[in-house]
């Protein structure tokens, strides 16, 4: 079973960035389309991007263009979020996924991995 580990939140000002990783194990990572997906409370889960297997291609929701880079370096089987100007809209539990195929990541099935606990941002005013 593919098992993903997220790491890097915290809490941080307005304006503030931070740089959020996935780490994989238990598959072959380089096979795999990834996505980044956010949870706030009271509210769904939402995707925020995904990435095909080679890195070379990012797709993000209207929503989420702008201020959120994926990138993924398959050397050491681990992708990154970069979030820049981060606002107070942007707290939320941030959780990372796996797919065969790019679309089966943006709609959201079928997924390779459990969502596991993801990685908390807090944003102050």
């Known amino acids: 079973q593919v098992h993903l580990v997220e790491s890097g939140g915290g809490l941080v000002q307005t304006g503030g960035s931070l740089r959020l990783s996935c780490a994989a194990s238990g598959g072959s990572f380089s096979r795999y389309a990834m996505g980044w997906f956010r949870q706030a409370p009271g509210k769904e889960r939402e995707l925020i991007g995904a990435i095909i297997p080679n890195g070379a291609s990012v797709y993000y929701p209207d929503s989420m263009k702008d201020r959120f880079i994926i990138s993924r370096n398959n050397a050491i089987n681990t992708m990154y979020l970069q979030i820049l100007s981060l606002k107070p809209e942007d707290t939320a539990v941030y959780y990372c996924?796996?797919?065969?195929?790019?679309?089966?990541?943006?709609?959201?099935?079928?997924?390779?991995?459990?969502w596991g606990q993801g990685t908390q941002v807090t944003v102050s005013p």
């Open positions: 996924n796996a797919g065969e195929k790019l679309h089966y990541v943006v709609v959201g099935e079928p997924l390779l991995a459990p």
